[in-house]
């Protein structure tokens, strides 16, 4: 049987028209004194291992243009103790799509920061995570229970904790489950988490408003980055096979292009790649994919669906990234949908529809909680592109991307199984001929697959 907001999305999708619903909702201080006491936070944990990480940890910050913070010091410091994403872009403007984004592969038109309840059919990466019993929490500092979803606390004064910066409060198929909501939780929480070993396999963190530099600035969230990862990265159990992302959600100056200064930390990260740079093109929607593509997920079919692989995961599986000329890449604004105030879009009443056919960046396919809900309908966009766009408004077109071919590698017929030494030794004279060295490119996993395919793989 369909709940009221499952038939408010589905008739949506098939563009019939939805009304909005954004109000500005909180309860009463004695509400919250009352939850506090009797909400009790939820910490599952799990052990599914991952083919580049065990643990992702993703840490927003906010607002800051890529140079500004890139004279900043502390994440200068940072950058040394691990990987530097010179490519990576959000995806809007302002604050909230961007998390929306994180979090569902899409931000339906969303151009504000206003209070948002987003229908219980539309899906997240916490169904995905589900799929394979894979622990997530998130944890936002200051906020005043676990499972709040107020607008922001305190209720008066300066804000601290505040909605628009939690990306799954936003949906309806989290905050109407029994259990789910008690996975979103405070910094008291992550540190009672970390000392008793509770600690999820996937976490969002964002700092309060001052911190995350919102109402601050980049040397007060430098400072407090430095603060909160210093310790974490020396703890074995926090760091072992985790790989974390310190990144922001946009950056101050409209104007510019959505490149935002992001770095990759953690145990996962190998010892000869600290200090290093990555030049590949990476959007918000690249960590969903990311995270799939590492423990064998499906896909939402949004946005993550064609995105590129952080590359430590598309080196484990082989799979090869697209190349994006991010000449003419903004980024700023986004498709016209039912959560806009037309700031930044237009509104529309129409939700956009999935894909619900094909392998996706990750390779696992399309979630089935997905093809059931929008079965026989066209998706609205190409998300086989690695580039969000809109092609009804004229957004974000134009940006060319294309991929490097690299040659199979020739297998003698004479001798059908070798071991990749054998290939080495064998093949890199004439490997080197066709230029295959050159690319950037993991050709041990292309050798892998290849031969899995044609079953000539002998370990």
Not at 5 to 15: E, G, K, P, W, Y
Not at 186 to 198: A, I, Q, V
Not at 245 to 254: G, I
């Amino acid at each position: 049987m369909f709940t009221k907001q499952t038939l408010l999305a589905f008739v949506s999708a098939l563009a019939l028209g939805a009304a909005k619903t954004i109000t500005e909702q909180n309860p009463t201080q004695a509400e919250i004194d009352a939850a506090r006491a009797t909400v009790l936070p939820y910490s599952p944990v799990s052990n599914v291992k991952g083919l580049a990480f065990d643990r992702f940890v993703d840490i927003w910050l906010e607002n800051q243009d890529y140079d500004v913070v890139a004279a900043d010091k502390n994440m200068a410091n940072l950058a040394k103790e691990g990987i530097l994403l010179t490519n990576y872009f959000a995806v809007t403007h302002p604050s909230e799509p961007n998390y929306c984004a994180s979090a569902a592969g899409d931000n339906f038109g969303m151009d504000n920061d206003d209070f948002h309840q987003i229908p219980a059919n539309v899906s997240t990466i916490a169904d995905l995570f589900d799929t394979k019993h894979i622990a997530w929490g998130e944890y936002q500092e200051d906020m005043p229970h676990a499972g709040y979803q107020g607008f922001r606390y305190p209720l008066s004064g300066p804000n601290q904790y505040v909605r628009k910066h939690n990306p799954l409060v936003l949906f309806d198929s989290v905050t109407n489950d029994a259990v789910r909501p008690r996975q979103i939780k405070n910094f008291t929480s992550f540190y009672d988490d970390l000392e008793h070993h509770r600690l999820p396999q996937h976490m969002f963190i964002t700092p309060n408003m001052t911190n995350d530099a919102h109402d601050s600035n980049i040397t007060v969230a430098g400072e407090w980055s430095a603060k909160f990862l210093s310790p974490l990265l020396q703890n074995e159990y926090f760091s072992k096979d985790t790989l974390v992302l310190l990144t922001f959600d946009e950056v101050d100056t409209y104007p510019k292009p959505n490149r935002v200064y992001s770095i990759l930390l953690g145990g996962a990260v190998p010892e000869h790649l600290k200090g290093t740079t990555d030049d590949t093109f990476y959007t918000h929607y690249s960590i969903i994919a990311s995270l799939s593509a590492n423990w064998g997920l499906p896909s939402l079919g949004r946005w993550d669906c064609g995105a590129n692989l952080l590359k430590q995961v598309a080196d484990k599986t082989g799979y090869i990234n697209w190349e994006v000329d991010t000449t003419n890449a903004y980024l700023n604004e986004t498709y016209p949908g039912p959560l806009s105030d037309s700031d930044y879009s237009e509104y529309s009443s129409k939700w956009a529809v999935p894909a619900t056919e094909g392998k996706c960046s990750a390779g696992h396919g399309i979630a089935e909680i997905v093809k059931k809900t929008y079965h026989g309908l066209e998706p609205t966009y190409d998300y086989d592109s690695p580039v969000p766009y809109d092609s009804a408004s004229g957004i974000n077109l134009g940006i060319k991307y294309h991929r490097k071919q690299v040659s199979s590698p020739h297998v003698p017929l004479s001798n059908p199984r070798m071991s990749w030494r054998e290939y080495q030794t064998n093949n890199q004279p004439e490997a080197r001929k066709r230029g295959a060295w050159y690319y950037p490119v993991n050709i041990e996993s292309l050798f892998r697959i290849y031969c899995h395919h044609y079953s000539l793989w002998d370990g």
